[in-house]
């Protein structure tokens, strides 16, 4: 609790930083509409405009400045643009609304979540077997790895439409894609966690005689949880940004992704602005119900970090 | 004919690796790199047969010795759209959002509220979904490469910075008295031990942020690029329904995020190499 004040300093710091970009961002535009409501602006053309920056604009005509901040259309929205936007497309519209941000938030939460279990029971089960065969560690795990570093969430978009031609449409194929992002970090902690038992424990499990079952449910699961709950933190904001990714240039304009690019290409910022920022609140939120969960947890298992 | 030969080089590739893994050179370095080498070739194997013994089209999924005939065949202009994505776009993005997360770290851990504020703000934004800002900085800075630089940017500056303000935390209190009885000033306490004992943390968000890096780049281009560029050519690609051009990119996408990834590491192993993780 005591990092609260100095969170909520950085946090006003960047909100004040937007605040002061907003004016010379969005000022050749109300420079211009201005202009055409009659108002005299200075420099008269709209040509010598774009030859000075924004900050001087602003600093030669200080009477608009104020109209920056409620453009219609603007460049950079301001704060609270997007936060009326936000509240009137999540509170106001009706949630089977296509105008309503909490249906475009479902589009992209069903997926993201089918395809988090997918990944991570596959991904689990897999580090089981890493674990448990040397042929599987020794073949699986360097791709595991290596598959880490392939930028694939830029293919996202492909990869639907290909699985849409193949007649699997709907929230499967995004789900595929969720999983294949939760899997490799499942996999990879999941395997450090369940190695994380030291020589020492793994010899008193023998000398208690248990069998290899017995070592995996008492010994090596319990001592993976801590690993386990990592993974899963990175896997659902991965799987989040994987299907966010592959709504963006998808021929169906809905959830998250979809919302960016209406607001990107019928000149709405202010939609794309509130999908964005309510596709980082839904990121948060999953991050934190997980923290949540891995505090508890951590707490009864007698594993919480002091 | 071809899925039966398919299932006989599974269960070939398989019996090998069991032999070798479990044989008595099972811990050698070079049964450690001919395992994953054999699994890698089998899958590939399977891949080419499969397609060819169920006869699936191309045109969704072509086999992999057509891939490698469009990658040997289309050289420069795979190489044009590499310098254009990894070298302008990706490189120099991750050059200046390494170079402003490293400044606003330093800046900040000189003072203890900044550091307790930037910490969980700093990792609260790596978690969120930032490509999602490619559609707006592509409309700001135009089409060229240096929107994508900003992407870049603005993705690998969270991660670095987390991780070099969590390392520039990272001395002991004997480690900060002994500078102090050197009579060692701000500087020359942040030079000589600081930065250096917050190394491998920093290298740690370097190796996070550089398949975001590549990320950054591909997806931005997908909302405005010049006619060259890897991301530009995947979606050109694949509205030409030409995929084995597409996996071509895929290719150059691996290899070039591996090797970045494979970079950062060799620097790490040579600067860090006085860690214990790196003995």
């Known amino acids: 609790m005591k990092s609260v004040v100095p969170v909520l300093t950085v946090v006003l710091a960047v909100l004040g930083i937007w605040l002061l970009a907003v004016v010379p961002m969005n000022m050749h535009l109300v420079a211009d509409q201005a202009q055409r409501s009659g108002v005299a602006v200075q420099p008269d053309t709209a040509r010598e405009r774009q030859e000075v920056s924004g900050l001087a604009l602003a600093l030669r005509n200080p009477g608009i400045i104020a109209q920056t901040y409620t453009a219609k259309r603007p460049r950079l929205p301001s704060p609270h643009q997007v936060a009326g936007e936000m509240y009137e497309t999540i509170f106001e519209k009706r949630i089977t609304s296509k105008r309503s941000l909490v249906y475009h938030g479902w589009v992209t939460l069903a997926p993201t979540l089918l395809g988090f279990v997918i990944g991570t029971g596959l991904g689990i089960m897999l580090a089981v077997g890493i674990v448990y065969s040397r042929v599987m560690d020794r073949s699986v795990m360097p791709w595991a790895i290596v598959s880490q570093t392939i930028p694939i969430v830029a293919l996202a978009p492909m990869v639907i439409v290909v699985l849409g031609s193949m007649g699997v449409q709907g929230l499967l194929p995004k789900a595929l894609i969720a999983a294949y992002l939760s899997f490799f970090p499942v996999v990879v902690g999941m395997v450090k966690g369940l190695r994380s038992p030291s020589a020492m424990q793994l010899d008193l499990m023998r000398t208690y005689n248990a069998s290899s079952s017995q070592g995996f449910w008492a010994l090596r699961l319990p001592a993976s949880t801590p690993y386990l709950f990592t993974s899963l933190k990175i896997g659902i904001s991965a799987s989040l940004v994987g299907t966010i990714v592959a709504e963006l240039p998808s021929p169906v304009k809905a959830g998250f992704g979809g919302r960016m690019l209406v607001g990107d290409q019928y000149g709405q910022p202010l939609v794309s602005w509130a999908a964005l920022f309510a596709a980082a609140l839904t990121a948060a939120a999953l991050v934190g119900v997980f923290s949540a969960i891995e505090r508890a947890t951590l707490r009864r298992m007698g594993m919480a970090p002091v | ?279």
């Not at chain 2, 895929?250 to 970079?263: C, H, T």
């Open chain 2, 1 to 279: 004919m071809m899925v039966a030969l398919a299932c006989v080089v599974w269960v070939a590739g398989w019996w090998v690796n069991v032999r070798l893994a479990n044989g008595p050179a099972g811990d050698a370095r070079w049964v450690k790199m001919l395992v994953p080498a054999i699994f890698g070739l089998t899958v590939l194997m399977m891949w080419e047969l499969l397609v060819r013994g169920f006869g699936i089209s191309p045109i969704l999924l072509p086999p992999p010795s057509a891939i490698g005939v469009r990658l040997a065949g289309e050289v420069p202009t795979l190489w044009a759209d590499f310098r254009q994505t990894v070298l302008k776009g990706a490189l120099t993005g991750y050059l200046a959002g390494m170079v402003a997360a490293f400044a606003v770290a330093v800046l900040a851990d000189r003072s203890e509220f900044l550091t307790r504020g930037i910490l969980p703000v700093g990792s609260f934004m790596a978690a969120l979904p930032i490509v999602g800002t490619a559609p707006i900085l592509v409309k700001w800075l135009g089409s060229g490469w240096e929107s994508k630089a900003a992407v870049v940017a603005v993705m690998v500056f969270f991660p670095i910075l987390v991780n070099t303000v969590a390392g520039l935390k990272d001395t002991s209190a004997m480690q900060r008295d002994l500078m102090r009885t050197y009579a060692a000033g701000y500087w020359a306490t942040l030079f000589k031990l600081r930065l250096p004992a917050a190394l491998p943390f920093m290298f740690n968000g370097l190796k996070i942020a550089t398949t975001l890096a590549l990320i950054g780049a591909i997806v931005a281009e997908f909302f405005g690029s010049p006619t060259v560029g890897m991301g530009f050519r995947i979606s050109t690609s694949f509205g030409q329904l030409a995929l084995d051009m597409l996996w071509a990119e895929i290719v150059v996408a691996a290899l070039a995020g591996s090797g970045f990834y494979g970079l950062v590491v060799w620097l790490e192993k040579r600067v860090t190499f006085w860690h214990p993780s790196q003995r």
